[in-house]
């Protein structure tokens, strides 16, 4: 039930994402489609971030270190980009356009999600 909510409060905070951005859009004919495309891009970010982050971080431990975390920014705006690259591969109407809409959406998707898991509440992993 745990990952239903988290899936459900990304896929809410990729929204607001794709509202407030240019870059990022998600397309489909009805409201709908927009929102199921939207739960399947949030479980496949879901799935990048439990798979690629933690290879990521210990492999550039060093630069989480020096930079005081601040590159965790930048690689989770990789990893949004990156989830782009396999919704457009599983024909998913989802696309962020470059870098700079990666990041930005990523400091949205973040903030968003963590605002709506301290109005939803739940348990930390």
Do not use: E, Q
């Amino acid at each position: 039930m745990r990952i239903l909510l988290k899936i459900g409060i990304t896929a809410a905070a990729l929204a607001v994402a794709t509202a407030l951005l240019d870059g990022i859009t998600v397309s489909g004919d009805t409201a709908g489609r927009r929102a199921l495309t939207l739960v399947a891009v949030a479980a496949i970010f879901g799935l990048v971030n439990a798979i690629i982050k933690p290879i990521v971080k210990t492999l550039g431990c060093a630069l989480y270190v020096l930079t005081l975390g601040l590159i965790g920014l930048v690689v989770n705006g990789l990893l949004l980009w990156l989830t782009s690259v396999v919704a457009d591969r599983l024909d998913l109407p989802f696309h962020v356009t470059g870098f700079w809409p990666a990041f930005w959406g990523a400091i949205v998707v973040g903030v968003v999600g963590w605002l709506l898991h301290l109005v939803l509440g739940g348990d930390d992993d």
